[in-house]
Each structure stands twice: as C-alpha cells, then as structure tokens.
C-alpha cells in the first residue's frame, strides 16, 4: 500500500492487521470500502504435536497470506470457539479444551460484525478453523447483520469447504480418509508443519482414533468411542509438502470468492 501516511515503512505486500492500523488508517481503508476478515478458531486438544490454538492459528495464517498484496484487513483471531465435542474435536475432558456456550459465541461475534458495520465497513468475512462453531457463527452472522443496510454483506466461510474434491485427490491421491477423521491428522497437521513449523512437535506425530466409530452422538460418552491421544486418523503422513499445497489451493480460492463476491474492494 503506497497512500501516503499508511503503510509508509511496510512492504509492499505486507497484510494489513488491524491491531497495527490508526484510526485515519482504518477511516481510509472503510471509504475505499476494503474488506475485512475475522479468523475464528478454538482452543483445543490437538494430539500431543499440535498446540490448542491450531484451529485458530490455520484461519488466521491462511488470511495472512490471502491478504498479503491484495486489499483485505485482517482482524485478530478470535481464538476462542465452540466447545469440543468427541466425534469431531476429542471433547472437553481433555485438559487445555475450553469453549464458549454457543449463546456466547453467537454474541460476541455477532456484536463484532454489528460495529463494523455500524462503522461503515461494507465487506466482512467470518473465516472459520473449527468445526463446531459452524452452526453458531451462522446464527452470529445472521444477528451482525440485522440492521445493515443492502450495501452491506458478510460471508462465512470454512476452510475445508474450499478443498475441491479434485484438489483432494491432486493432493493425496486416493490416500485421503474423508474429512470425519481429520482432527489434529494429515490437513491441519501438514499446514501447521508448513505455516508454523515452531509450534509442531514433529517427533510426537502419531496414528489416532478410537475403538468404536460412531455416526451419532452419546452423552456422557462412553471411552471407547473417544480418542486417547486426541487425534482423529493419523498424524503421520503429514508433511510440510502437502501443507503448502494446501495452503495454495486455500489462498487462491479464498482469493477468488473475494474477488467474486466484492467485485473491485479485495483487489490487489
Ligand atoms: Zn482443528
């Protein structure tokens, strides 16, 4: 960005996160109605490689880099999400597993998008790391949007949603266990390793799962549909390689449905 007073002593492709703007800054960016992007994750269990911000840390890296030499500012993440269940995120019991109650979730997120509006942002966008705040965050972003006005739009968006089926099998071959097992396995493992490759314990990568699989949910859950170590499938065919790949598939489809959706605002 070379408007004089923003941005002056960064690079050019520099991403523009909204904690490191001015007031002036942010007031420009709104008039030239500049997107802005919210990364929502959790903190939970993931296995004994990944750090409990993972769901968070994916979203908000993969914004990052979609965001770097284009138009999009990027909020802090929000790192806490949805509790953990079992069949999807290991569960509560795990020690480190916190989360907000759903009614909570909604609230806080839905309040965010309503001030952003109400400031005159025209462009937002939940993107999304954890799979149980989905259904919450539909409801928070049907209450942030209940007083903009016709020129104001939001678009959630789960990361996993933007892996085409051919980019599964590009990716893996026809290796690929489905999404139901990838919790703290090859996906999110292999993009941490290749985004943040200080925070992986690489020599605790480790096969998962559990004893039984269910389809359907039990409370309490009895022990042997729960995960021991906390990862769903497997850690182990992971790598920095496939995360890159990844990574690139995410950030030019997630560059594509900016560019679609708020034609001339996310340009670069
Ligand atoms: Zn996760």
Redesign the pocket.
């Known amino acids: 960005m070379t408007d004089a007073g923003m941005g002056d002593r960064m690079p050019a492709d520099a991403p523009l996160l909204l904690e490191t703007l001015t007031s002036p800054d942010v007031a420009k960016l709104i008039r030239d109605q500049v997107p802005l992007v919210l990364p929502v994750g959790a903190i939970?269990q993931?296995g004994p490689h990944l750090p409990l911000g993972?769901?968070g840390f994916i979203p908000y890296e993969v914004a990052k880099r979609v965001a770097a030499g284009r138009r999009l500012i990027v909020a802090p993440p929000m790192f806490f999400g949805a509790y953990s269940r079992p069949r999807t995120?290991g569960g509560r019991h795990f020690p480190g597993s916190v989360g907000l109650p759903g009614r909570v979730l909604e609230s806080v997120v839905g309040t965010l998008l309503a001030d952003w509006f109400r400031q005159g942002f025209r462009n937002l966008v939940v993107l999304n790391?954890?799979f149980e705040n989905a259904w919450t965050l539909l409801e928070a972003i049907e209450q942030g949007t209940e007083r903009s006005s016709p020129d104001q739009k939001a678009l959630l968006i789960h990361w996993w949603d933007q892996v085409s089926p051919d980019d599964i099998r590009r990716i893996f071959g026809e290796s690929f266990p489905g999404w139901e097992a990838e919790?703290?396995s090859i996906t999110?493992t292999s993009m941490m390793e290749y985004m943040r490759p200080d925070l992986v314990r690489t020599n605790l990568k480790a096969d998962g799962g559990a004893q039984r699989m269910t389809t359907y949910d039990i409370f309490p859950a009895p022990a042997d549909i729960l995960w021991p170590n906390g990862i769903g499938y497997s850690a182990l065919p992971a790598s920095p390689e496939i995360g890159e790949q990844l990574v690139s598939v995410l950030v030019r489809n997630i560059g594509r449905i900016l560019d679609e959706e708020f034609p001339g605002a996310a340009g670069a």
């Open positions: 939970e993931h993972t769901d995120g790391g954890h919790h703290a999110e």
